[in-house]
């Protein structure tokens, strides 16, 4: 495949969709066909793929991150015409913002790419093990999923994250990403491949799943048997769509309605610093504030603080009649208020008069994602870190830490939001399943 950066970007499209089957404007049977022959060549790539060393991985990941500098323009091409198609669509600041690629974004995913080549490789690693009485010797050691298909919008950056953490896992990756990055995603997928067959991997190790609309990405929900294991990335809806559809298993991930708690003995302070950085520090992600909560004790000190400091940051605040009384500019919050994941400078208020008030508040509305309680209070503190059922707790600190970088895991391939398999930052260890080695001596039963 030509890595050259002349071609128009529908020739990119062209190119890439001929890799997986060039079915763009075809029937729904030969859309299915398509996808399911791209999932029949990761099936075979995977295999290969379980049986690399580290050594051999982490050149395929050196080599990535090489050609994503050496094609920068190319790639960033690409992506204009994306973002020029969104901005005549009238897409949201907030949406660009996350679709925009430039050389310097460019060079920050090569280096995340780097990172991932530098984490320990959990494959192989022994989970536990020991000698039974009867002198069987046992392992259960970590091995890849097989297949993992990653279904998720408008965020080209998650077209590489994927990739390279599948790539050190072992793990074949069938890519799906929204019409709104086609061609972003379509350029990439072309250095990515090109720089794994570069290295002596196989090429169908990173795929385009071919097609395009809902079709395509039903056919790849309905691939059991050739996909092990399916993540959607992106808002609730999406996420809604594949978990009911699909006949794959699914690791849910990623919507956020998350809360802080300021508790009637938290540093009031520390508590608007923390409300801030959570709320504004980037809205548009899964790990940013949605509600915030006041206890009564601290309302009458703390709110006139915070909401002028919000308002000063452009935030709405939608607030019940306890935090409207403080300030005139607070919009009255509806019941589905208390739901939204805004993803904007927008926040929904309440007062409430205890912990356990506010405990039962995010039992009712969280998404089991993050929660955050800030308080003094060692009683308070346990009580919300042991009662409060959601993916990530946090005490005295932001909502914002919740992210598989922050947690020194290197890049992540989303946040899980389910209890079975890995529920968190989902990083290297999470696209790994274990299997038992039983080693016997003539043993029989």
């Known amino acids: 495949m030509s890595t050259s950066p002349e071609g128009s970007t529908a020739d990119r499209i062209a190119a890439s969709a001929a890799h997986s089957g060039g079915v763009a404007n ?14 029949r060549r990761a099936k075979e790539a995977a295999v290969q793929l379980a049986t690399l060393t580290r050594r051999q991985k982490d050149a395929a990941l050196h080599a990535i991150a090489d050609a994503l500098v050496a094609q920068t323009e190319r790639i960033v091409a690409a992506n204009a015409a994306d973002v020029s198609r969104a901005e005549r669509s009238g897409a949201t600041a907030a949406y660009l913002d996350r679709l925009r690629l430039d050389a310097n974004r460019v060079a920050a995913i090569a280096a995340d790419v780097r990172k991932v080549a530098a984490l320990p490789d959990p494959v192989g690693e022994i989970v536990r093990g020991g000698v039974l009485a009867n002198g069987l010797e046992l392992r259960q050691v970590r091995v890849p999923l097989g297949v993992v298909g990653i279904i998720y919008e408008g965020r ?4 590489v994250d994927a990739a390279s953490l599948c790539v050190k896992s072992g793990n074949a990756v069938l890519l799906r990403g929204s019409s709104s990055a086609e061609a972003s995603n379509a350029a990439l997928v072309e250095v990515l491949r090109d720089a794994v067959a570069a290295s002596g991997l196989p090429a169908d190790a990173v795929q385009l799943v071919p097609g395009a609309g809902h079709d395509a990405a039903k056919h790849l929900m309905r691939a059991r048997g050739l996909v092990d294991v399916l993540i959607p990335r992106g808002g609730a809806g999406l996420i809604r769509s594949v978990v009911e559809e699909s006949t794959v298993p699914v690791i849910e991930t990623g919507v956020g309605n998350c809360h802080v708690y300021v508790d009637a003995d ?10 801030l950085n959570a709320k504004t520090s980037r809205p548009s992600v899964c790990n940013a504030a949605e509600t915030l909560l006041v206890h009564a004790a601290v309302a009458e000190t703390f709110l006139p603080r915070a909401l002028a400091a919000l308002r000063d940051a452009g935030v709405t605040v ?54 955050a309680i800030v308080t003094r209070s060692q009683t308070a503190a346990r009580r919300f870190a042991a009662e409060v059922d959601a993916a990530a707790v946090l005490i005295n600190a932001s909502t914002r830490f919740v992210d598989g970088g922050e947690f020194g895991f290197g890049a992540e391939i989303g946040i899980s939001t389910q209890k079975l398999h890995a529920r968190g930052p989902m990083a290297l260890p999470e696209l790994t399943s274990t299997k038992w080695i039983v080693v016997g001596d003539g043993h029989v039963r």
């Open 318 to 371: 939608h607030g019940d009649a306890r935090v409207a009384a403080f300030d005139p500019t607070v919009v009255p919050a509806t019941e589905e208020d208390w739901d939204r994941e805004y993803l904007s400078l927008d926040i929904a208020a309440a007062v409430v008069d205890s912990l356990d008030d506010a405990i039962a508040h995010i039992r009712r509305h969280g998404t089991g994602h993050s929660e």
């Open 26 to 39: 075809s029937s729904s049977d030969d859309v299915a066909e398509a996808v399911r022959a791209c999932a």
């Open 266 to 275: 938290a540093d009031l302070d520390q508590a608007l610093a923390i409300l």
């Open 156 to 159: 080209p950056n998650v077209t």
